[in-house]
């Protein structure tokens, strides 16, 4: 960990929807209040090793996650290399690499590639060479520490993503997971409000299952008047296998 103080620490996966969507208003955030912003890693493969992927997860959520992973190697070995500077045009660029893309079949197989983490780096002004990283399975204990080190934090029955304001010993907590990106003007009102109501000392949790889905170009739900739906533990539940 770097002897730096940050003020916001934001515990990523890059194949978390919601995540990213909170991403872009944290940035927001940030831009506003000069807030200084660490972006830390927390893996959903990692997260989810002990859950069965074929009963617990629709189709896909295991090579999702597994991609996901292996582009966090990367960034772990980029961090490693060139410092923690770069860790937000790294997120920014996968972004434009995927969840800023037009939707179309076979995307997401390109995630997790030495190939797509490529077009990332390149995007983010950094060697190709890192993309290596994809195959290193070395970096997934630096991965882990990380992601233990947010549940430390927040406790165990959490998703993406995790944030701490003013860490180490102050607040933590998963989410807020929305599922738009507040406008400039709503960003850092929205902040305020979650802060305050985190900083309550009885405060636990405040949540609903029924939510529309992620406003995100490359899923295809970019729309006027998103659908409601019933969400259980950050899937839709109607696309769950059946048991």
Known sequence: MS???YDIEFFWDPICPFAWVTSRWVEKVALQTN?????????????????????????????????????LRVAAKVREDKGRDYMSSLYAAFGVHYWDLDQRPGLRKQLGTVEHAERCLETAGLPKGFASAVDDPDWDAVIEEETELALSRTGRDVGTPIISFQPPSGLSFFGPVISRVPSDEEAVPLWNAVIELAS?????????????APQINVLGTLEADPVMEDWEAGSRKAHKPKT
């Open 3 to 5: 002897n730096e103080k």
């Open 35 to 71: 807030y200084s912003v660490d972006w830390r890693f927390i893996s959903l493969r990692i997260l989810n090793k002990d859950k069965n992927y074929n009963t617990d997860f629709p189709s896909g959520y295991e090579q999702g996650h597994t991609a996901g992973l292996r582009f």
């Open 200 to 212: 309550f000392p009885g405060f636990a949790e405040m949540k609903r299952s029924l939510r529309e």
